[in-house]
């Protein structure tokens, strides 16, 4: 008998809480795309910004308590016996001094905390597949090369899909970015 339960909550909380070593054989992970908007969950199927929803969570990230405390905690595995930790945390720190304290490094010291407790739970033969949009697929493409192994790379999954035409003289952004990478 498998356990099917639902758990509502910061992710990282249940991971961290409720979650055992190597659990899953498949995670599908579609994260907040930092698109500075709140997201909602409606109560009732077709209702437009009706007082039948609750706030699911906002895709606004921004560097604060939250973030340096995260950052803390990555810095803090540099002293960790395994060398993949001690990776992430140095990555980190020197992606912090490139790109800054903004709302960009808040994104990703957040997913990494994340990608690395995915990582526990993942079974050796697991597969975990990373959804993101080309604002920050180029970080964390290093983060997963870095956490998963460059080696345990399978591949980059573009999906692509239309939109309607627009009258810019640019060109438009028209695709996401899956990456599947392995375990072992």
Not at 29 to 37: E, G, I, T, V, Y
Not at 56 to 66: I, L, Q
Not at 75 to 102: A, C, F, Y
Request: hydrophobic letters at 40%.
């Amino acid at each position: 008998m498998q356990n099917r339960t639902l758990y509502f909550g910061d992710n990282l909380e249940v991971l961290r809480e409720k979650i055992p070593d190597e659990s899953f054989d498949l995670i599908y992970l579609d994260p907040p795309f930092n698109s500075k908007r709140p997201y909602n969950v409606l109560y009732q199927e077709g209702l437009r910004d009706s007082q039948a929803q609750i706030r699911a969570f906002e895709d606004t990230w921004s560097w604060g308590e939250e973030a340096q405390h995260a950052f803390e905690q990555l810095i803090g595995i540099r002293n960790s016996k395994t060398e993949i930790n001690q990776n992430v945390s140095k990555l980190i720190e020197s992606l912090k001094h490139i790109v800054g304290d903004n709302d960009v490094m808040a994104y990703l010291v957040m997913m990494t905390v994340r990608l690395i407790e995915l990582k526990r739970v993942l079974k050796d033969t697991g597969s975990i597949y990373l959804h993101c949009d080309p604002t920050a697929s180029h970080y964390l493409k290093i983060i997963m090369d870095v956490i998963f192994g460059k080696m345990n790379f399978r591949n980059e999954i573009i999906w692509h899909y239309r939109r309607w035409r627009a009258a810019a003289n640019t060109f438009q952004r028209m695709h996401d970015v899956i990456f599947w990478y392995t375990k072992s």
